[in-house]
């Protein structure tokens, strides 16, 4: 198991913004597989934040342990590739014909078919890793309102004993950052160093919906504090910034539990889907729908979503990130562009 993460490829090749990432899906087949739609997602995260919040996803599995010298339950969960092979597939339908056929009536939970589909979007469509390469996914909701301070810069990690019973520090192969329906809320940041003297690029990657940001798994980031703009008419002061985080990892992390199944109903829409969904659309409606489109830091000069900003001022701007407010020296014509990218020249 390695410790360290590779580091030759660039920052802007590290980091990606995906528009209008989840899609709905075309037909009855595609309802029934790994297809997952934004109302379906945004109704998963409300449920999960109520559940949270009434403190029933705190509670250990019986099956869980503590080791020791641990003080909490870590608030992740773990969704596991699936390994086989095409034929041990096979092999195994046909013995287990009438099994499945019981199977089918506990429906599949809508986390699980996000992981699956979002796997396969950053392995085999935007190649950011490769099948092979990880074990599985690491899931989490993060919940923060309006007049909460915004999650602190940190590296997401795990410390874990090798052989020889040394610590040490293991990161995520990569990490993502869905922001369902949210739109409210300070920016996402990802630097390239964990140090103020040695970062030199920076990327603010604001709330939108349906927009998920990807970046290497031991990047240093956070939440900036909210833009200081005029609230919107009818806009309420109180909101909640809810994103939903997933971490690739090579091998699977000891803090990462198996999601608490039996707190769910079978029947509930916001965490499994019935084969009769009604939210699929036909042909008619594809100009309805937007198509995924690729934000990339490589070609930010043509693209106007993002602002590009050059500075030698590093050093001056170190309170304003400290304070995790960049907005204190960013000009106010950087607020109409919803991913910043800065780079210091010195």
Same mark, same amino acid.
């Given at each position: 198991?390695?410790? +360290?993460? !590779?580091? #030759?490829? @660039?920052?802007? &090749?590290?980091?990606?913004?995906?528009?209008?990432?989840?899609?709905? =899906? $075309?037909?009855?087949?595609?309802?029934?597989?790994?297809?997952?739609?934004?109302?379906?997602i945004?109704?998963?995260?409300?449920?999960?934040?109520?559940l949270?919040?009434?403190?029933?996803?705190? +509670?250990? !599995?019986? #099956?869980? @342990?503590?080791i &020791?010298?641990?003080?909490?339950?870590?608030?992740?969960?773990?969704? =596991? $590739?699936?390994?086989?092979?095409?034929?041990e597939?096979?092999?195994?339908?046909?013995?287990?014909?009438e099994?499945?056929?019981?199977?089918?009536?506990?429906?599949?939970?809508?986390?699980e078919?996000?992981?699956?589909?979002?796997?396969?979007?950053?392995?085999?469509?935007?190649?950011?890793?490769?099948?092979e390469?990880?074990?599985?996914?690491?899931?989490?909701?993060?919940?923060?309102?309006?007049?909460?301070?915004?999650?602190?810069?940190?590296?997401?990690?795990?410390?874990?004993?090798?052989?020889?019973?040394?610590?040490?520090?293991?990161?995520?192969?990569?990490s993502?950052?869905?922001?369902?329906?949210?739109?409210?809320?300070?920016?996402?940041?990802?630097?390239?160093?964990?140090?103020?003297?040695?970062?030199?690029?920076?990327?603010l990657?604001?709330?939108?919906?349906?927009?998920?940001?990807?970046?290497?798994?031991?990047?240093?980031h956070?939440?900036?504090?909210?833009?200081n703009?005029?609230?919107?008419?009818?806009?309420?002061?109180?909101?909640?910034?809810?994103?939903?985080?997933?971490?690739?990892?090579?091998?699977?992390?000891?803090c990462?539990?198996?999601?608490?199944?039996?707190?769910?109903?079978?029947?509930?829409?916001?965490?499994?889907?019935?084969?009769?969904?009604?939210?699929?659309?036909?042909?008619?409606?594809?100009?309805?729908?937007?198509?995924?489109?690729?934000?990339?830091?490589?070609?930010?000069?043509?693209?106007?979503?993002v602002?590009?900003?050059?500075?030698?001022?590093?050093?001056?701007?170190?309170?304003?990130w400290?304070?995790?407010?960049?907005?204190a020296?960013?000009e106010?014509?950087?607020?109409?562009?919803?991913?910043?990218?800065?780079?210091?020249?010195?």
């Amino acid at each position: 198991r390695e410790n +360290k993460m !590779n580091r #030759s490829s @660039s920052f802007e &090749d590290s980091v990606r913004v995906t528009e209008n990432f989840l899609r709905p =899906p $075309k037909s009855d087949c595609d309802a029934d597989d790994a297809v997952v739609a934004l109302d379906e997602i945004d109704a998963f995260l409300t449920e999960y934040v109520r559940l949270f919040d009434q403190g029933l996803l705190e +509670k250990k !599995n019986e #099956s869980e @342990s503590l080791i &020791d010298g641990e003080e909490f339950v870590s608030g992740t969960y773990f969704w =596991p $590739k699936k390994t086989k092979t095409k034929e041990e597939d096979e092999e195994d339908n046909k013995e287990e014909e009438e099994e499945k056929k019981e199977k089918t009536k506990k429906k599949r939970m809508i986390i699980e078919k996000y992981c699956e589909q979002l796997a396969e979007y950053v392995a085999e469509e935007q190649k950011l890793l490769t099948w092979e390469s990880f074990a599985g996914c690491e899931w989490w909701v993060q919940d923060v309102a309006h007049d909460e301070p915004p999650k602190a810069y940190h590296t997401d990690c795990v410390l874990e004993e090798d052989k020889d019973k040394r610590k040490k520090k293991y990161y995520p192969l990569l990490s993502t950052v869905y922001y369902g329906k949210t739109e409210r809320g300070g920016a996402t940041v990802a630097f390239d160093e964990e140090e103020y003297d040695a970062m030199r690029k920076c990327v603010l990657v604001k709330p939108r919906a349906n927009r998920l940001f990807t970046f290497r798994g031991d990047m240093w980031h956070g939440v900036c504090r909210e833009e200081n703009s005029e609230r919107k008419e009818g806009e309420e002061d109180a909101y909640q910034r809810v994103t939903l985080l997933v971490n690739f990892w090579k091998e699977r992390p000891s803090c990462a539990r198996d999601f608490p199944r039996e707190l769910f109903s079978d029947d509930s829409s916001s965490f499994s889907r019935s084969s009769g969904f009604s939210g699929r659309r036909g042909d008619d409606d594809d100009e309805k729908v937007p198509e995924r489109e690729v934000i990339s830091l490589k070609t930010a000069d043509d693209d106007e979503r993002v602002f590009k900003l050059k500075s030698d001022e590093r050093k001056a701007h170190f309170a304003a990130w400290e304070a995790q407010n960049p907005s204190a020296f960013l000009e106010p014509s950087t607020s109409s562009s919803s991913v910043v990218l800065i780079e210091y020249t010195s």
